[in-house]
């Protein structure tokens, strides 16, 4: 199975909005029965925020319920997490994964929120 790479992070005021990406490498090809997207958060480990079933539906961690939205292009199999009214809190590192059974990680994309 080929990993993931995430890409979009930055540095974004509270409240900023920030989209990141998730795809596979070029030429390679991923198919999930449920993707997550996670957060790890300086010191602490991998927290799963976000997923998105093959049939669509979504679930959110109550961190961030409200403010970000999960999605798919299966067109272009990529995955992306829409972060709006960014908090502190949100920064870290952000990985994209099977949903509760993560394989190998990708790089991850930092997300710095600035107060």
């Known amino acids: 199975q080929a990993h993931l790479v995430e890409t979009g992070g930055g540095l974004v005021q509270v409240g900023g909005s920030l989209r990141l990406s998730c795809a596979p490498p070029?030429?390679?090809?991923?198919?999930?029965?449920?993707l997550g997207w996670y957060h790890k958060a300086p010191g602490k480990q991998h927290k799963l925020v976000a997923t998105i079933g093959r049939t669509g539906v979504t679930n959110y961690d109550d961190s961030v319920k409200g403010r970000f939205t999960i999605s798919v292009n299966n067109s272009v199999n990529t995955w992306y997490l829409q972060m709006n009214d960014l908090k502190p809190e949100d920064t870290g590192i952000y990985y994209c994964?099977?949903?509760?059974?993560?394989?190998?990680w990708g790089p991850g994309t930092q997300v710095t929120v600035s107060s």
């Open positions: 994964n099977a949903a509760y059974s993560p394989f190998t």
């Open positions: 070029p030429g390679n090809r991923v198919t999930l029965n449920a």
